[in-house]
């Protein structure tokens, strides 16, 4: 497996997997299946619900601990110093580990500034190897990132060949902090799936339209995390490995991009209603 070294030193894997939307019941047998694909990579959050089976699914893996990297990430509603300590505590007790590879706070919303003092806390203890923010757009990432002592190693944004995040990256550069690409398929988004311009380009290496969008990624440095709850194309996105994109395929995706900083409005406060109304009790 490849891998990146964020700012702190620590490696982490470019491709994992990722459970948002997989459902509580369904979380202990997909992870289980990924691992035994080969992801070393795990990508969860308290408001996916579905850590405990995460945990669970490392657990019976057999797999030593060190050899698994595990992402979870602090929810609105655990915002603030006091609740996103306790948060991580309950968290831990759900992935039945005494650390995480790496903790995130989930959106840019709420107490950022004193969730990020717990995950200080959480990190010069020993309970996660890194700490990062996700969905934090320039200006905010900015701001955030030029006010805390740890800068982050890590921001998950949606990211992929149609969503490529170009404008942020030179100002991630400046801390060096890596970008973890969410929804590396554009969710399922049929353009992508069957985009003429990653067929053609797939059909070069005899690999398909969605393993170019993932080899686009981690060319790029770009740590992607696509989900699926099938086993046959857990492994499809997995082999990705055995080609590289030429100079020539990498230009000729870079006109792909149709909304560089995704497809949601991290700024419209009925999205942020939504989404508390949907993880109310995290």
């Not at 894997?13 to 990924?34: K, M, N």
């Not at 069957?194 to 969008?213: C, E, F």
């Amino acid at each position: 497996m490849q891998t990146i070294k964020l700012n702190n030193g620590v490696e982490m894997p470019l491709l994992g997997y990722g459970v948002f939307q997989v459902p509580p019941q369904e979380a202990e047998r997909c992870v289980s299946d990924a691992l035994q694909v080969g992801y070393r990579l795990i990508d969860t959050a308290q408001a996916y619900g579905n850590e405990e089976g995460v945990g669970q699914a490392i657990i019976q893996s057999g797999i030593p601990r060190d050899e698994i990297f595990i992402v979870t990430k602090v929810w609105i509603t655990n915002a603030g110093e006091e609740r996103a300590v306790k948060s991580i505590e309950a968290s831990l007790r759900r992935l039945q580990t005494d650390y995480v590879d790496l903790l995130l706070i989930h959106q840019a919303y709420g107490d950022v500034f004193g969730s990020w003092r717990a995950m200080e806390k959480a990190y010069q203890d020993g309970k996660t190897r890194a700490i990062g923010i996700s969905n934090f757009q320039s200006c905010r990432f900015y701001d955030f990132a030029s006010s805390v002592t740890v800068k982050p190693a890590v921001n998950q944004l949606q990211c992929c060949v149609l969503s490529q995040q170009n404008g942020i990256l030179p100002e991630m550069e400046r801390y060096d902090t890596k970008m973890m690409a969410w929804g590396p398929l554009g969710q399922g988004t049929q353009d992508l799936l069957t985009n003429p311009v990653l067929t053609r380009i797939g059909a070069q290496y005899g690999k398909s339209a969605a393993q170019v969008a993932l080899r686009w990624l981690i060319q790029r440095g770009i740590v992607a995390i696509p989900k699926s709850s099938r086993k046959e194309r857990m492994a499809e996105n997995f082999d990705i490995f055995d080609f590289t994109l030429s100079d020539a395929d990498m230009s000729s995706i870079t006109p792909l991009n149709q909304s560089d900083t995704g497809f949601r409005d991290f700024g419209d406060p009925d999205y942020l209603r939504r989404i508390i109304a949907m993880f109310p009790n995290v």
